[in-house]
């Protein structure tokens, strides 16, 4: 028995791409495999481009178009390794790549599903998916590159896994089944360069995404049928996601300081350390939080506002048509360093409550650049703009340009007839096609 059967669908790859993509294995340092390369229909010169290489290690396989799905799952069925390795026709597999994860599986028993980081090129962009993927990493995403896996082929035909054609996300579909058998985890390291073009599956179409969400929608029955448990799944990964990325993904599962999934059978269950983690923040009109971001329950985020990636906000109120930079902290708690300890563990009561327990107001059209540090008590004004990497220990007047460590006024964005001119007017207060209006006016 070979190690490992690589299966590739092929239609109607460009002669460059595919040959590279070819190459790429035939040319791996760990060289004990087939080469199962089905070709579903191509009407272009395909077929005369796989024949042109004389490797016996190479199955090729001819069949009328039926889709990538059922494509691959003729390679399945007719494939002999212990591993069973993905390719697609126009990647690249770095030379190591094999030899790396067949060891990795080899010396990891308990791994079932293993892909890599990878390379989108042209770009350059680097995809480092989480090492250890969750059921609920999976169910907010697939964080597992298609062509960069490997899994073992015996578990899959022990539980009759195969790809359903019925979805474009044939292999989201595959995992979110799989999860419930097996670990999966990523090698951390780039072992595929990931062609990214105009003729890429994955791109996110209409049809994809309503793919992707119906596969969502399988794995959130799989927990549980109550439509507000559901709801209320969704709305913690969506919200909160890189603090749950860190609990499901980056810190160990065993450690018990972090241990709020529990698996008993098949059944998930989520607890939520509701003192600390009480996520229902209130959220205003058109307003958008992205991935990573942590608000509080005490927070009120206005209407328009936008705050990006890797915040951490607690109990603090934020006006309308505020821009939220990355990575911005308003600070959790403020300790009393004129005691004896700063530790938490002296406090009596609610120590939580006693840290936060001045507000921060955040008013109206606030700029407020990445990574900068906001005190708690702090006010920042009207139509102030914060520098990116500032630490703001006091407070901002309206209109005020700021920026340092600690923070300090460079200038007003206007002068004072201006300032006070857009101060009546309190366009922020509008509704954006209003608001707009009365800008326009402003600026006249």
């Known amino acids: 028995m070979v190690a490992i059967s690589v299966v590739m669908s092929v239609y109607n790859t460009k002669e460059e791409w595919l040959r590279e993509s070819i190459e790429s294995i035939l040319n791996q340092t760990f060289g004990d495999f087939e080469f ?76 079932s599903i293993l892909g890599t980081w990878f390379e989108r090129f042209p770009q350059k962009e680097i995809i480092k998916h989480p090492s250890n993927i969750k059921y609920l990493d999976l169910l907010q995403r697939c964080y597992i590159g298609h062509p960069t896996v490997m899994f073992r082929r015996a578990e899959f035909e022990k539980y009759n896994l195969k790809y359903n054609p019925e979805y474009l996300c044939e292999d989201y579909e595959l995992w979110s089944r799989a999860i419930s058998y097996f670990r999966i985890a990523n090698l951390p390291e780039i072992l595929l360069k990931y062609r990214w073009s ?42 909160t996601y890189s603090w749950l990325e860190r609990i499901f993904s980056i810190k160990n599962s065993r450690d018990r300081k972090y241990k709020v999934i529990m698996i008993l059978g098949k059944k998930i269950k989520i607890k939520i350390n509701k003192k600390h983690y009480n996520l229902e923040y209130k959220l205003g009109e058109k307003s958008q939080v992205c991935d990573g971001s942590y608000i509080d329950s005490k927070s009120i985020i206005g209407n328009y506002t936008y705050i990006g990636r890797n915040c951490n906000i607690t109990k603090a109120v934020i006006g309308n048509y505020c821009s939220i930079g990355n990575n911005v902290t308003i600070v959790p708690g403020e300790h009393d360093i004129y005691s004896i300890s ?55 007047p309206d209109f005020a340009v700021v920026a340092g460590n600690p923070a300090k006024i460079i200038k007003y964005r206007f002068d004072v007839d201006k300032c006070n001119k857009i101060a009546k007017s309190k366009w922020w207060n509008f509704k954006l096609d209003k608001a707009k209006t009365i800008i326009k006016c402003l600026e006249e």
């Not at 009207?382 to 006091?394: C, Q, T, W």
């Open 198 to 239: 105009g003729e890429n599956l994955s791109k996110p179409t209409k049809e994809f995404i309503s793919s992707t969400i119906k596969v969502q929608e399988n794995m959130l029955n799989f927990l549980t049928n109550n439509k507000k448990e559901q709801d209320e799944i969704m709305d913690t990964i969506n919200h």
């Open 36 to 111: 199962i390369i089905i070709n579903d229909g191509s009407t272009n010169n395909a077929e005369d481009v796989i024949l042109s290489y004389k490797d016996e290690r190479i199955k090729y396989i001819k069949q009328e178009n039926q889709g990538l799905a059922k494509s691959l799952n003729t390679g399945l069925n007719i494939a002999k390794g212990e591993y069973i390795a993905r390719m697609d026709s126009d990647d690249i597999s770095l030379p190591e790549r094999f030899e790396k994860q067949v060891k990795f599986l080899d010396k990891n028993k308990d791994i």
């Open 342 to 396: 700063t530790s938490h563990a002296l406090y009596d009561g609610n120590w939580y409550k006693k840290l936060t327990e001045k507000d921060c107001i955040i008013k109206n059209d606030v700029w407020i650049g990445a990574d900068s540090i906001i005190r708690r008590g702090i006010t920042v004004g009207n139509g102030a703009v914060i520098g990116a990497n500032s630490f703001v220990n006091k407070d901002v």
